[in-house]
């Protein structure tokens, strides 16, 4: 008897669930309608932001982290000055030596003293000599340092501070070819001699190619990283960091006709260089261009009248560098060009780019006319000096080189 109760009562549960089963579904797929399903996309889940991790934050602890591996470098100088004939007169010598100083900034590359700068930073300008290098840690500590390497063409350089104990730890380098524009851009260097200034942008732009002015010379860098941070005189070779604090390039230029233009050698170049200057000490050019060492102007009607020249074919030469390869295989001033490996070459630019495919040790075999004479002449280029300099010589009308040519434009 309680047998017979119990079943339909069973049954009718059973029936009720999936009814309601149905129904609730029914509701869900109408009133939610973010809710997964086969045919629904999961509602997006936001994390609400951590607190003390804005990119603010991030920056001043960046800026913890790194400050006290930032250096300032200073220099004392000696320069030579050629007196004028009146103070040659009453002092009775032709020069006199100036003493001076210099400043620019750095970072710690390693555990063995290395501190990576920009090679301009420790090069005197006008032929002067370092007569003391220090670095200044930002405890500040003067620590004695001697140069290891420069790098003249990429402007990179190692300095050295030996057995320092309390040597900061090293900075970390970013991989540079995966930085975006519009990141955060951190500069930390000495502006102005004020240590340890920060100035804060973003990575404005890649691959830029500028050209530099200095007393030694005209330089051109290529392959430069442009950034909004402020960069001024003293920042030069302190770091461009990110905000987790690690270097993304050295601070090098600034464009000074404009606002926020700074300009860093990326973190790639750097390490590659630095390496590569502690494994091979010393003064390198670092432009891995082939050099002749000529000025080469179109021919003309003054060039005519000068050398004797008669004909129209060829590339005048208006002057050669002392001490340079043309020099060196005996090419003169007012000889012409009448081909390279058996090419014939009338135009300038045409030649220039030809001897910019070769590599330094590569040798080419000149056609040359000199003083109507054809001879052939082989010389083996070098590589081009990082620094260009004016060059004046008889070649062309008015004392001035035939239209110069860009492989006559660099410095002995």
Known sequence: ???????????????????????????????????????????????????????????????????????????????TVMLDPIAQMMYGRQNVTRRGQASGSG?????????????????????????????????????????VGLSLGADVAIIRVDNYKKLPPA???ADSDRLQAGQWAIAIGEPYELQNSVTVGVVSAFDREEQAQSENGTYDFK????????????????????????????NQLVNSQAQGIGFAIPSNTVKKLAEQLIANPGVHQGTNQAFVGVIMGQINAGFRNQTGYNASSGVGIGGVLGGSPADQAGIQGGDVILSADGKTFNDVAALQKYIESKRPGDTIRFQIWSQGVKRMVDVKLTERPAATQSYQSPGGQNGQPPQDGQDGQTQP
Do not use: W
Not at 11 to 25: D, N, P, Q, T
Not at 33 to 50: C, K, M, R
Not at 115 to 141: M, R, W, Y
């Open 223 to 250: 392959g430069l990283l442009q950034t909004s941070a402020p960069i001024n005189p003293g920042n030069s070779g302190g770091p461009l960091l990110d905000m987790d604090g690690r270097v993304i390039g050295i």
């Open 107 to 147: 970072f710690v590359f390693d555990s063995k003293g290395d501190i990576v700068t920009n090679a301009h930073v420790v090069t005197p300008p006008g032929g002067g000599q370092v007569s003391k290098l220090t670095v200044v840690f930002a405890n500040g500590d003067k620590v004695p340092a001697h140069v």
């Open 1 to 79: 008897m309680l047998k017979n109760r119990v079943l339909p009562t069973v049954i009718v549960a059973l029936v009720g669930a999936i009814v309601g089963s149905f129904l609730m579904m029914l509701y869900a797929s109408t009133h939610f309608t973010g809710v997964a399903g086969p045919n629904n996309t999961p509602p997006a889940v936001s994390a609400e932001a951590l607190t003390g991790v804005s990119d603010q934050d991030r920056i001043v602890t960046a800026v913890k982290r790194t400050k006290a591996s930032v250096v300032a470098i200073q220099l004392n100088v000696n320069q």
């Open 171 to 173: 900075l970390d380098l």
